[in-house]
């Protein structure tokens, strides 16, 4: 599989292991005091070979490609086949922007863009004389991608080994995704040559730790983890001990909460802080997952996280089911914060980075 974290130089060896985080932060405080954290109490040896992940199929890029856009087409086929079925119409009239209208508010795209995105397909229409339907289907991908353009951003782990480790903390509600994206991310950066360490600060439940240490073992990676402990602390130990490894990027997973919860929110935002304590300028990355299947509440979603953790980016998951896809169209008109992966599936190389031509494309059913 190619990766889309790729590196020159390869990582140091580093053993895989399970560590059980000392996570000594008080309860109480706002974060641990002082450096360093102690020593790990237990280390668990991974998992034998046995365990990792199936030997993947020879595939070169381009049919790797093909198919999670061919699942993303068909993911998003319920939608893209009621914009296409406006296309039905031979003329290019008033009907065919009101059917178009509805296809996209359908969609999910919201009020807001949907106008701006028919606005910029009248004017292409005008201005480049379009006659018949097809052509303003080929014209409505090229404004939906413009639209989305806004949303490309492709992550780079930085090169200096001064800037090491790249902390990335991943965000988002109950089964949107977080953990399997944490999982599929880890291998693209291990392909890519970088060293990772995991960080399970979802603290909560016995099974999202387990759930992430299937993925360190599946990826040879190391997880650092304690039941019932502080979140904060759990990814202040990972911090720490990713620096005194030299370990390239810490990918802290967090438990899933709803913008509601306010006091989730607001310990969401003590982690970050308590992250910045262990390494300066840490989380570098603070990502929101979210479900495709959410519709307009994903918006939502983006809003709250972002006013909590000011995201520096979004991983949209599950566009292979039901997912309508029109909400990034609503997201880029009413809080544009960069789309960086999307989620075609359960597989691994089903998280693919983020194109707007693709996936206006796909939308469309261009
Ligand atoms: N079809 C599909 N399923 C996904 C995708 N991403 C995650 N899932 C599934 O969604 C479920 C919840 O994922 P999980 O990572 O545990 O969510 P979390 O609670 O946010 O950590 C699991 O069954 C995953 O396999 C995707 O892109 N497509
Ligand atoms: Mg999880």
Redesign the pocket.
């Known amino acids: 599989m190619f990766s889309f974290f790729r590196k020159k130089s390869p990582p140091p060896a580093v053993q895989p292991q399970v560590v059980e985080s000392q996570a000594i932060a008080p309860q109480t405080a706002e974060a641990p005091a002082t450096e360093p954290v102690s020593a790990p109490a237990a280390v668990a040896a991974p998992a034998p070979a046995a365990n990792a992940a199936p030997a993947e199929a020879p595939a070169t890029e381009a049919a790797e490609k093909k198919s999670w856009l061919a699942r993303l087409k068909q993911g998003l086929s319920r939608t893209g086949s009621s914009i296409a079925g406006v296309f039905g119409y031979v003329k290019v009239d008033e009907a065919l922007f009101e059917q178009l209208e509805d296809a996209l508010l359908m969609a999910d795209c919201g009020v807001t863009a949907t106008q701006k995105i028919l606005a910029g397909l009248r004017a292409r229409v005008k201005s480049e004389r379009i006659e018949d339907a097809a052509a303003v289907r080929t014209a409505l991908a090229k404004v939906l991608a413009d639209h989305l353009r806004a949303l490309e951003r492709t992550p780079q782990v930085p090169a200096a080994a001064d800037e090491k480790p790249w902390v990335v903390m991943i965000a988002?509600?109950?089964?949107?995704?977080?953990?399997?994206?944490?999982?599929k991310i880890t291998h693209h950066l291990s392909e890519g040559g970088h060293s990772v360490l995991l960080a399970a600060a979802?603290t909560f439940r016995a099974a999202?730790r387990e759930?992430l240490a299937v993925w360190g073992n599946r990826n040879q990676v190391s997880v650092v983890s304690q039941e019932g402990a502080d979140p904060g602390a759990v990814v202040f130990d990972a911090v720490q001990s990713a620096r005194a490894k030299g370990i390239d990027v810490v990918i802290a997973?967090t438990a899933?909460r709803l913008p509601t919860q306010l006091h989730l929110m607001e310990e969401l935002k003590k982690i970050a802080r308590v992250c910045g304590k262990a390494l300066d300028g840490a989380p570098h990355e603070r990502w929101l997952?979210i479900?495709?299947n959410t519709g307009q509440n994903a918006v939502a979603q983006v809003k709250a996280f972002n006013e909590a953790l000011q995201l520096t980016g979004l991983i949209v998951?599950?566009?292979?089911?039901t997912a309508k896809g029109g909400v990034l169209a609503a997201i880029a008109s009413t809080c544009p914060v960069p789309v960086l992966f999307?989620?075609?599936?359960?597989q691994l190389q089903?998280?693919q980075p983020f194109s707007a031509e693709e996936f206006a494309g796909a939308l469309t059913g261009a």
């Open positions: 988002g509600v109950n089964g949107a995704g977080k953990t399997t994206s944490i999982g979802d999202a759930q997973d899933g997952v479900d495709g998951t599950k566009l292979d089911g999307i989620g075609v599936g359960e089903d998280l």
